[in-house]
């Protein structure tokens, strides 16, 4: 009986001592993970904070009020970026350090300027992109504040005054097509955006707003959200088209199809900017992923809708409009099923401004004046669309 009992005390002792060697041992063995990258982007409700790595990090965080701060202890770390500080200095972050701790860990320290509700989510390799641990700091009231902003829009709008909601597309995270001379679909369709709002401005009777205002991104399903919340009479989203054959080129524009593309190509298209909520990062909100079953019945009597019949006077309008600006690469819209375009009540079209994969398009959508012309023709084409 002894001899037992001191056996199976042996028995336990020993395999506690492997299970303790296999725990500090197998973080830094087999899930070692160098850090390859750190940055951040800023918006105007958060300040997003991204770490890329070559493995999946494990990782706890904790939060401070006084002084506002969040901690992220990582482990089973190999190596760490050069780069290992930054100054952010946007609304809330001062800046982030990185700093080594030794046996394969490390802490990440993000010196805030008020107090956030943080949300840190990892996104495994996609589309080319690594491991990445995701930390949104999130100003929750600042969120709220600009919903009801949105809200107020549609509230006070006086009769005869039309909202129209300009979507840039892609950003932050997901750059969207890139140029041979590395030109960002992204930063393109941001300025000929912010063009089209300032000449929309312009015009007493429309109101005209942008989903997203700088360099970071919008979940697809958010910027529809936010086209309703403002009531908007027509919605633009904003892109330059991207393709394998760099001899593609010119203008081209799509409506929604919910009952198959109009060809494979649209298909293909609606597939590659769908793409945009895995490569930008999107984490939806578990109440932004319940299913809303009114929702999807609209969504079903879309078809007989006036909203699809007006995208397509409104589709025809822009190609009259960019014919002149630019060559079509197809002389009739198009349709496919891609997520922006999906607000039921809403006219909404998908402008493709140009390939930006073309040498001559991308040369054209880095100047200012071609910029210019997009903007304004597509301005004239909302103004005739309201007439
Ligand atoms: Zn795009």
Redo the contacts with the bound molecule.
């Keep these: 009986m002894r001899e037992g009992k001191l056996r199976s005390l042996l028995l336990n002792i020993s395999s506690f001592l492997i299970s303790v060697i296999l725990i500090l041992h197998l973080p830094l063995t087999v899930f070692g993970a160098a850090i390859t990258d750190i940055r951040f982007w800023s918006a105007p409700d958060h300040t997003r904070v991204v770490l890329d790595s070559t493995d999946p990090v494990q990782y706890e965080s904790s939060s401070q009020e006084n002084p506002p701060q969040c901690q992220i202890e990582l482990i089973g770390i190999t190596t760490l970026p050069k780069k290992r500080e930054l100054e952010v200095k946007d609304k809330y972050l001062h800046k982030i350090i990185l700093t080594d701790l030794g046996k394969g860990k490390a802490r990440l320290t993000l010196y805030q300027k008020t107090p956030l509700q943080t949300n840190i989510f990892t996104l495994k390799p996609d589309l080319g992109k690594p491991h990445r641990l995701v930390i949104d700091l999130i100003d929750v009231r600042q969120e709220q504040r600009e919903r009801e902003e949105r809200e107020k829009q549609k509230e006070t709008k006086q009769k005869g005054t039309k909202i129209v909601v300009i979507d840039p597309?892609?950003g932050g995270e997901d750059p969207?097509?890139m140029g041979p001379r590395k030109t960002k679909?992204k930063d393109i369709v941001l300025k000929v955006g912010k063009k089209l709002i300032h000449l929309l401005d312009q015009q007493r009777e429309i109101k005209a707003f942008l989903t997203r205002k700088g360099d970071y991104f919008v979940p697809l399903e958010t910027r529809v959200r936010m086209a309703r919340e403002y009531g908007a009479d027509l919605f633009i989203s904003l892109?330059?088209d991207g393709s394998f054959n760099p001899q593609a080129r010119g203008s081209s524009v799509y409506c929604l199809s919910l009952s198959g593309a109009s060809d494979q190509a649209a298909k293909l298209l609606a597939d590659k900017?769908n793409m945009s909520n895995i490569l930008g990062g999107a984490f939806l909100r578990p109440t932004a992923l319940s299913k809303d079953p009114q929702l999807n019945q609209i969504l079903l009597d879309l078809m007989q809708n006036n909203s699809m019949k007006e995208s397509f006077r409104f589709a025809e309008l822009a190609l009259e409009g960019l014919r002149e600006v630019h060559a079509l690469k197809f002389p009739n819209y198009r349709q496919a099923n891609f997520i922006v375009l999906r607000a039921p009540d809403i006219p909404s079209v998908l402008v493709e401004v140009a390939y930006i994969t073309n040498k001559e398009d991308e040369r054209l959508l880095n100047q200012s004046e071609f910029q210019g012309k997009l903007a304004q023709t597509l301005s004239n084409a909302i103004s005739k669309y309201f007439r």
């Design positions: 597309g892609h969207g097509a679909e892109h330059a900017e």
